[in-house]
Structure formats: structure tokens, C-alpha cells
């Protein structure tokens, strides 16, 4: 999982790169297509999700400390905050 540092040209959005074990490499995946579920405590760590756009299956990965913060900075908004 890598934000991509500058703003697709047809969309505006800064994707996100990440890996579906389906079908391998995805390359542009919007901010608003992917869920963040930070972890209770410090919410420092958590879990994100995603529709790929190729096979339709939903993928989660734990996200890590840098992963959140990578996350949070290219524009994610979490979900299901207590
Ligand atoms: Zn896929």
C-alpha cells in the first residue's frame, strides 16, 4: 500500500497503490474507495479495505502505524471511530 504522491490527471484524486492477491498490482485506487478501520487505544494501527476494481472482491489489510499515516495523509477518512 503506497499513496501515489501526485494527483491522477482524469480523476483529481491522489491514488492509492495497493495489492490484490487476485489479481496483483492495482494501481489507482481513490480515497474514498478504500475504508479505514482504526484500532481501539491509540488508534495508531488499524485495518483498511477495498473493492478491487478489476475482480470485484473485497480485500483487507492491517494497516500498519506508517500505513495509517500514509493513509490519513493522502485524504482517507476513517470509519467506525468509538
Ligand atoms: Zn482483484
Redesign the pocket.
Known amino acids: 500500500m503506497t499513496p501515489v504522491r501526485t494527483t491522477c490527471p482524469y480523476c483529481g484524486e491522489i491514488p492509492v497503490r495497493t495489492t490484490?492477491p487476485?489479481?496483483g498490482e492495482i494501481t489507482h485506487l481513490a480515497t474514498t474507495e478504500i475504508f479505514l478501520a482504526l484500532h481501539d487505544g491509540d488508534g495508531t494501527t488499524g485495518d483498511y479495505s477495498y473493492t478491487?476494481p478489476?475482480?470485484i472482491?473485497t480485500g483487507v489489510h492491517p494497516a500498519t502505524r506508517t500505513a495509517v499515516a500514509e493513509l490519513l495523509s493522502a485524504g482517507v477518512v476513517p470509519i467506525g471511530r468509538n
Open positions: 490484490c487476485y489479481c478491487c478489476q475482480c472482491r
